[in-house]
């Protein structure tokens, strides 16, 4: 898979995927990523990216020129499966999004600033619209940096554990049921006998009770999209 960034500030970004897992994936030739910094597509001495808005109204707008740019340049070189922009707007981001991504080839991530991107943007060139909640960031690079996360852990080869990511929250539309490691008994506090009885399909069966328990006690909402 590989990854390109855009953004206003690419050094808010790349310590994500200098570290843990991204930094392993990257290392180990599972995906790329490429950060592409806006002001470098810009057309004045300014490097201005961003205007006033018409109509009047407070608060800059991502000009469509230097994103024209950027992405034109990009697509040139290759195909794309998605461009994203990141925006409060778009869709919530949930476990099966980030599914559907990690199966793609090549994907673009816009960040947005300000009070966002000119519409045409939007119009002209982005295939899907992706939030990570009802809350509204300085610019979209932390929003980008979750996303990516969420979707590089999915790509075979990057987790230890092939299955592991199968089993983790929401990817059953439930939450994970409680898990334990050593010691046995700690202070008291112990484990459940049944996880010791070697009898998996029990085992399995009392982990998809404590998920669901879970759930309706957490998330009842998960509950109710199912």
């Not at 990257?26 to 006033?52: C, M, P, Q, W």
């Not at 990057?158 to 409680?178: C, I, Y």
């Amino acid at each position: 898979m590989r990854i390109d960034i855009i953004t206003v500030l690419p050094e808010l970004l790349k310590s994500p995927f200098e570290a843990s897992i991204l930094k392993r994936a990257i290392e180990a030739g599972l995906v790329e990523v490429h950060f592409h910094n806006l002001r470098d597509y810009t057309s004045d001495r300014y490097k201005s990216i961003d205007d006033t808005q018409f109509g009047g109204g407070a608060g800059m707008v991502m000009m469509v020129e230097p994103i024209d740019k950027c992405i034109s340049a990009l697509k040139s070189e290759r195909d794309y499966d998605e461009i994203i922009y990141m925006t409060p707007d778009g869709e919530t981001l949930k476990q099966g999004i980030a599914n559907q991504i990690s199966l793609k080839e090549n994907i673009i991530i816009l960040c947005g600033h300000y009070k966002g991107v000119d519409q045409r943007v939007r119009d002209q060139f982005i295939t899907r619209e992706i939030s990570i909640g009802d809350y509204v960031l300085s610019g979209g690079e932390l929003g980008a940096a979750v996303l990516c996360d969420a979707v590089i852990r999915l790509i075979p080869g990057v987790l230890g554990n092939e299955t592991s990511a199968l089993t983790d929250s929401f990817q059953d539309g439930l939450l994970a049921p409680p898990i334990y490691t050593k010691p046995r008994d700690y202070k008291g506090w112990k484990v459940p006998e049944l996880l010791f009885s070697g009898n998996f399909p029990e085992i399995e069966k009392w982990r998809e009770e404590q998920a669901y328990l879970r759930t309706k006690e957490r998330r009842p909402d998960l509950l109710d999209e199912n």
